[in-house]
Every structure is written in structure tokens, then in C-alpha cells.
């Protein structure tokens, strides 16, 4: 097992050093860099080559997670009780009376840190809290720290992040670090292990590819004779990758395998090579995949995702999993929604003016492009309906107080503008 740490150059080292004395079966790979926003490149280059990745805090975690779809498990670092215990004990040295310290503090809760100072008899009311945000950058941080400091109603600060903390040391400012402690290092690794065994099992699940062919535009022996190619370039297909494969009645080839292959580099290759092979053969097709516990739950699902690519054409590949819909696969319009609706999802659904399906779509698209605001034309695109469509969507939303009109978008050519809204759902 391979395993990469992420983040600041001490945090890292002094993870390593904790994990790799007592996990002799595991190699651990140390990426270093003190600014959080430079590590979303170092992930991305190397999730491919591990099987789990370790970042040093939740700033990191936020900041890749929001930036990309990981394939892998990642975990972080928490900062609870023992870290900030260790930084106020560190602090009292320097600040023996507390009266005279006026304190900036990120990444803790108010509620855990309140907790703390009642348990541990902490008089410090002078001090000003920057909790975690998704949205946050630590660049943001930094700029408030700043802004406080001139202001002076802070003297000291308190980081969790390691290119803060270092910022202002060079300055000559007070300044603690909320290092992880031992504790909390090996607990959440612990966690992160869990995880990984999870995707195992996840990528062992059962999956079902079903390939139907839906036309094709030529003479009947001419067509024949092309079923009969295609049909032993699935065969090779399915040799290939090592699954097992039948013709079924309906035009419709079904694969087995598990998930690890059916969705591993070579497999999803092999597929696109066969697509653009009956592409240029005049087939249309629909492609389903599916996964499940069994066989019968995996073609379920796979027999929902090809009832959608049959619906949408264009060779679209759609995965099921039974609890969410995934597609069109492996292009910038894959988008993935959430196939089971509760009531209160319903409810909200009815008082916005649209389906549940709808509402789920642009919920992910919100998630996927990490931003609220969108023209009619973009969300078009995306949800592969028409403008006309869509701006019945927004008509609803916008009537019934679910999202603002933002702006208009200008067109070079003739035609109605077209208008951008900010959801709020």
C-alpha cells in the first residue's frame, strides 16, 4: 500500500516520522508545500500512484475537495482538543497574564473552543475567531489576520496553517501553531485506512455493461454481416478486460466484471475505440452500466442507466449504482445526481415549480463547477435540454424566490439576451 502525506513541510515531517515507525507494511510518499493552494497540483499528479492520500489539514482537504473529483480516499488531520491545549500551553509561557493578549485564532469550532476554556479554566475573552469555511481560502485568512493586526485588535495569532504561521514569524508577530497532535495523526489515519479498505470493497462491487444496438441505417444483409463484426469486437473486448460476455435477445450485449475493471484506464479505452468504430458504421447504440451487491441488482442498475442513453442518443455511456445517476460518462458534461429523492426533497421540489429529477440536476451542477451563477444557455448544455426548457426552469425558480436574476449576458448576434441566475436552493 502506498500512501501520499500532504502539506506543510514540518507537518508532513512530523507525520512521517509517526506513521512510518509503526507502519513498516506501508510506503509512505511526502509531498511537500507550505502554500495550501500549491498542492492541488501535487494531487492531482499523483492520485493515480496511491492508494490513499494524507493532507495536513482541513484547509488542504477543503481546497482539493472542492477542485476535484478524487478516485481515491483522502483524509486529514484534525485539530481538536490535544493540538489546541499543546498551542495555549505554549502560549502561556510567553503571555503568563492574559489580560494583555488580544488573540486570532482560525479553523477551531466557537463551541469546542469555549468548551476548552471552561474545562481547562482559560480567562482569554479578548480574542477573535475565524472558523472553518469551505469557501475560504487560506489567502483570505491571511488578508483578515492583516487587517485585524493594523486595526490592533489583535496581537498574538494562533494557525493551523503552516505558510501563516511562517508568514508572520518573518514579521516579528506573536505567533503559535496549531500543530496535530500524535494522537490525532494516528486516529484520523486510522480513519483513512478504513476508508480505503471501503473502496476496495466498493471497486470489488459486481458490475453490469449492457451495449444494445439500437439501428443501423443499411440493407438487412449488409447490417447482418456488421453484427457480426461488432459482435467479435465485443467478444475481443470482453477477453480483453477479462469479463465475461453473452448476446441476449433485443440486439443487447452484456458484460460482467467488477467495478475496479470495468472502469480501470484500459477498459474505458477500449470502450470509446468500439463507440467510434459503430459511429463510423452507421449503428446507434445505447450503453448502460450498473453495480450492485448482486448480479440482479447490477443489470437493475445497468437496465436504468441504458434506458437513458437509449432516451438521449448521441452514444451516451450512463452508470447506475442505485442510489445515483452518472452521465454521459467521459465527457464535460458528465454530471452525477442523486437517484434517491426523500420528502423533504419532493416538498421543496413542488414549491420551486419542478421535478424532482430537476432539481436534483442542478444541485450537481452547482457541486460540479463549485459556483451558483449560470446563463440559460450553460445550464442548457449541461442538463442536454433546450434554452426554451430551461428558461421555463428558471421562469419557476425565479417566481417562486429559489434563485435571482444576476444579470443579462450579451449576445454579438441578434436575438434575445440571455440571462443569468444566481440559485439559492
Given at each position: 500500500m502506498r500512501i501520499a502525506i500532504v502539506g506543510s513541510p514540518d507537518s508532513v515531517e512530523k507525520i512521517y516520522n509517526i506513521l512510518s515507525a509503526e507502519y513498516n507494511d506501508i510506503e509512505f510518499l511526502k509531498l511537500m508545500e507550505e502554500k495550501v493552494e500549491d498542492t492541488f497540483v501535487l494531487i492531482k499528479n499523483i492520485q493515480d500512484e496511491v492508494d490513499g492520500i494524507y493532507v495536513t489539514g482541513i484547509g488542504i482537504y477543503s481546497h482539493i475537495k472542492n477542485r476535484m473529483?478524487?478516485?481515491?480516499?483522502?483524509?486529514?488531520?484534525?485539530?481538536?482538543?490535544?493540538?489546541?491545549?499543546?498551542?495555549?500551553?505554549?502560549?502561556?509561557?510567553?503571555?503568563?497574564?492574559?489580560?494583555?493578549?488580544?488573540?486570532?485564532?482560525?479553523?477551531?469550532?466557537?463551541?469546542?473552543l469555549k468548551e476548552i476554556f471552561k474545562e481547562f479554566n482559560i480567562n482569554l475573552s479578548n480574542y477573535i475567531l475565524q472558523e472553518h469555511n469551505d469557501e475560504k481560502e487560506e489567502k483570505d485568512y491571511i488578508l483578515e489576520y492583516e487587517r485585524l493586526l493594523a486595526k490592533k485588535d489583535i496581537n498574538c495569532i494562533m494557525t493551523a496553517f503552516g505558510h501563516i504561521y511562517f508568514?508572520?514569524?518573518?514579521?516579528?508577530?506573536?505567533?503559535?501553531?496549531?500543530?496535530?497532535?500524535?494522537?490525532?495523526?494516528?486516529?484520523?489515519?486510522?480513519?483513512?485506512?478504513?476508508?480505503?479498505?471501503?473502496?476496495?470493497?466498493?471497486?470489488?462491487?459486481?458490475?453490469?455493461?449492457?451495449?444494445?444496438l439500437i439501428s443501423c441505417n443499411d440493407s438487412e444483409h449488409l447490417c447482418n454481416s456488421q453484427n457480426l463484426k461488432i459482435e467479435r469486437e465485443l467478444l475481443n473486448y470482453s477477453n480483453e478486460i477479462q469479463g465475461n460476455f453473452k448476446k441476449i435477445e433485443n440486439e443487447e450485449y452484456i458484460f460482467f466484471a467488477n467495478k475496479r475493471t470495468l472502469e480501470n484506464e484500459f477498459s474505458i479505452n477500449k470502450l470509446r475505440s468500439i463507440l467510434i468504430k459503430l459511429k463510423t458504421e452507421n449503428f446507434k447504440v445505447g450503453i448502460g452500466l450498473g453495480y450492485g451487491n448482486t448480479i440482479v441488482d447490477a443489470e437493475k442498475n445497468a437496465?436504468?442507466?441504458?434506458?437513458?442513453?437509449?432516451?438521449?442518443?448521441?452514444f451516451g455511456v450512463y452508470l447506475s449504482n442505485g442510489k445515483s445517476i452518472k452521465g454521459p460518462l467521459y465527457g464535460t458534461n458528465e454530471l452525477e445526481y442523486n437517484n434517491q429523492i426523500n420528502d423533504n426533497f419532493v416538498s421543496v421540489a413542488k414549491k420551486i415549480g419542478i421535478s424532482s429529477n430537476y432539481l436534483s440536476k442542478i444541485k450537481a451542477v452547482q457541486k460540479k463547477f463549485n459556483k451558483r451563477e449560470f446563463s440559460s444557455r450553460e445550464l442548457a448544455d449541461i442538463l442536454e435540454i433546450s434554452e426554451r426548457s430551461t428558461n421555463r426552469i428558471i421562469k419557476n425558480i425565479l417566481e417562486n424566490g429559489f434563485g435571482r436574476l444576476v444579470e443579462f449576458e450579451n449576445q454579438t448576434k441578434a436575438g434575445r439576451p440571455r440571462r443569468i441566475i444566481k440559485f439559492e436552493i
Open positions: 473529483d478524487l478516485k481515491i480516499p483522502i483524509s486529514y488531520t484534525s485539530r481538536d482538543l490535544p493540538s489546541i491545549i499543546k498551542a495555549f500551553w505554549e502560549l502561556k509561557d510567553d503571555f503568563p497574564k492574559l489580560d494583555s493578549l488580544k488573540l486570532g485564532i482560525d479553523i477551531v469550532s466557537k463551541k469546542k508568514h508572520f514569524k518573518k514579521l516579528g508577530i506573536p505567533v503559535y501553531r496549531l500543530q496535530a497532535s500524535n494522537i490525532e495523526i494516528k486516529e484520523n489515519f486510522i480513519f483513512l485506512l478504513d476508508n480505503i479498505k471501503l473502496k476496495d470493497i466498493e471497486d470489488n462491487r459486481l458490475g453490469v455493461k449492457i451495449i444494445k437496465r436504468k442507466a441504458l434506458n437513458l442513453s437509449v432516451k438521449k442518443g448521441n
